[in-house]
Nanobody, 125 residues
Framework: QVQLVESGGGLVQAGDSLKLSCVAS????????MAWFRQAPGKEREFVAS????????DYGDSVKGRFTISRDNAKNTVYLQMNALKPEDTAVYYC??????????????????WGQGTQVTVSS
């Protein structure tokens, strides 16, 4: 497993942008598929985006397609989530997740073995 620490959350207005970062410890980050999930109060954890470890392919949840972009910098052990055109319904705690052992990314949170502590994103209308 890797240790994950998210940052970059905050309070913004609808239409604003925000960029989340997730820094991983350890030497095996480049072999991890990474993802972002979010959870709003009273709701289930929702898939936001994922990025593979080798051939850099990405996937997005339907609610964020065209607005959010996931990327990674293996030299910095960091995965990013650029969030544009934010909406009040994007308000949630955002979690970074990692899936090791050279496994590909999936949209199911149960497939991920490493999790960060979460960072709060609040979008006001």
């Amino acid at each position: 497993q890797v240790q994950l620490v998210e940052s970059g959350g905050g309070l913004v207005q609808a239409g604003d942008s925000l960029k989340l970062s997730c820094v991983a410890s350890g030497r095996t980050f480049s072999t991890y598929s990474m993802a972002w999930f979010r959870q709003a109060p009273g709701k289930e954890r929702e898939f936001v985006a994922s990025i593979s470890w080798i051939v850099v392919t990405t996937d997005y949840g339907d609610s964020v397609k065209g607005r959010f972009t996931i990327s990674r910098d293996n030299a910095k052990n960091t995965v990013y989530l650029q969030m544009n055109a934010l909406k009040p319904e994007d308000t949630a705690v955002y979690y970074c997740a990692g899936r090791g052992r050279l496994a590909g990314p999936t949209p199911w949170h149960s497939d991920y073995d490493s999790w960060g502590q979460g960072t709060q994103v609040t979008v006001s209308s």
